[in-house]
């Protein structure tokens, strides 16, 4: 078998770096039009210390484990983005992905695509998972695009589940099983 699972053209999924990468996650943690996209709950900019803390609480996760790694250029082996697979299920073989190329300068190039090539190829040859899943704020059209775009098909709305700059949005979740990928 040669399927690449940590490599590619333009980016490597790495280990998270406890002292390189909390500093940089806590940059992303301020930048409010990331955030506000990315997570449900109200954003609030996070110390390096603080992210450091759940890096370790992440490894010691046993009820809701997950697997996390950075998203690094290939270029410059700069952190752009991360990958992280959550609360796994390994009794019926799901996960929810979440991933985010963070900076606007680094989008548009084909590091989301190839990030989630070499996730998908993870998750479903790897560990063996049979779905995925995730959720995105309806407002956020280019992450649903995105999604969709690489098989990734729409499951439960819920509907005016986010408050957001006076108005509520729905919170999309998305489903990928195996076969559906394996198809493509």
Not at 3 to 16: D, E, H, V, Y
Not at 55 to 70: D, V, W
Not at 134 to 157: I, Q, T, Y
Request: glycine fraction near 6%.
């Amino acid at each position: 078998m040669d399927t690449q699972l940590f490599q590619g053209k333009l980016i490597r999924l790495t280990a998270p770096d406890p002292e390189r990468d909390p500093e940089i996650e806590s940059q992303w943690t301020h930048n409010a039009a990331f955030m506000r996209a990315m997570f449900a709950e109200p954003m609030r900019p996070l110390s390096p210390n603080v992210i450091k803390k759940k890096y370790e609480e992440a490894e010691k996760e046993q009820r809701h484990p997950s697997i996390r790694f950075g998203v690094r250029a290939c270029v410059d082996d700069r952190l752009i983005g991360f990958v992280r697979f959550l609360r796994i299920d390994w009794s019926i073989g799901g996960a929810r992905l979440l991933l985010a190329i963070v900076d606007e300068k680094d989008r548009g190039k084909g590091r989301g695509t190839e990030a989630l090539q070499l996730a998908l190829n993870y998750a479903f040859l790897e560990m063996n998972l049979y779905r995925l899943s995730a959720s995105v704020l309806e407002s956020n059209d280019r992450a649903l695009a995105f999604l969709r775009k690489h098989g990734f098909v729409d499951e439960v709305r819920r509907r005016q589940a986010v408050y957001r700059d006076g108005k509520y949005w729905d919170w999309v979740m998305l489903g990928l099983l195996r076969d559906e990928w394996s198809a493509k």
